[in-house]
T-cell receptor, first 111, second 110 residues
């Protein structure tokens, strides 16, 4: 099956710092998604990207759909303690609603 | 009230026991999914259902079975639980690209 390479696996940062994480694949996809999982809860969609080169923001979060359609990155600016959690990239397989998820980036923010 | 609910939230069982995890949704979505989450491995798809009469295997269906009792209900069964099925299990529904996840069931098999 399709594999997404998500990095880094974990990050430990100080409050106020900016964060960047990315996801790559050997295959081309038409949709890239970023989800966040708060501790003890299920993942929630943060940002959806549908066009190569697209840059989309959601508050302090910014995500980009790579021009090659094989990668995406997520940036968080001025991190705060509630940014703690696991961030997953995901892609839509072949037009179905079935998603493939990356292995996640676990973010820890020290106050 | 939550749109996607899972019961139980936590379960400890013994090797060889039959276990059923239940999922209900009030979103009116046709598409439902069961995932397993292990530390460092992300979310792996076990089974999915695009409507009541449609059931499909995901990446890791061995050792699991499902039942779609109604549009709103999708159950996951472990016929004979084994320790390496200890994990966090999530149910989800979808419309378009957005999947809506339940709060998860933490299953421990001793």
């Amino acid at each position: 099956g399709q594999q997404l390479n998500q990095s880094p696996q974990s990050m430990f940062i100080q409050e106020g710092e900016d964060v960047s994480m990315n996801c790559t694949s050997s295959s081309i996809f038409n949709t890239w998604l970023w989800y966040k999982q708060d501790p003890g809860e299920g993942p929630v969609l943060l940002i959806a990207l549908y066009k190569a080169g697209e840059l989309t923001s959601n508050g302090r979060l910014t995500a980009q759909f790579g021009i090659t359609r094989k990668d995406s990155f997520l940036n968080i600016s001025a991190s705060i303690p509630s940014d703690v959690g696991i961030y997953f990239c995901a892609v839509n397989q072949g037009g179905s609603e079935k998603l493939v998820f990356g292995k996640g980036t676990k973010l820890t923010v020290n106050p | 009230d939550a749109d996607v609910t899972q019961t139980p939230r936590n379960r400890i069982t013994k090797t060889g026991k039959r276990i059923m995890l239940e999922c209900s949704q009030t979103k009116g979505h046709d598409r439902m999914y069961w995932y397993r989450q292990d530390p460092g491995l992300g979310l792996q798809l076990i089974y999915y259902s695009f409507d009541v009469k449609d059931i499909n295997k995901g990446e890791i269906s061995d050792g699991y079975s499902v039942s779609r009792q109604a549009q709103a209900k999708f159950s996951l069964s472990l016929e004979s639980a084994i320790p390496n099925q200890t994990a966090l299990y999530f149910c989800a529904t979808s419309r378009g690209d957005t999947q809506y996840f339940g709060p998860g069931t933490r299953l421990t098999v001793l």
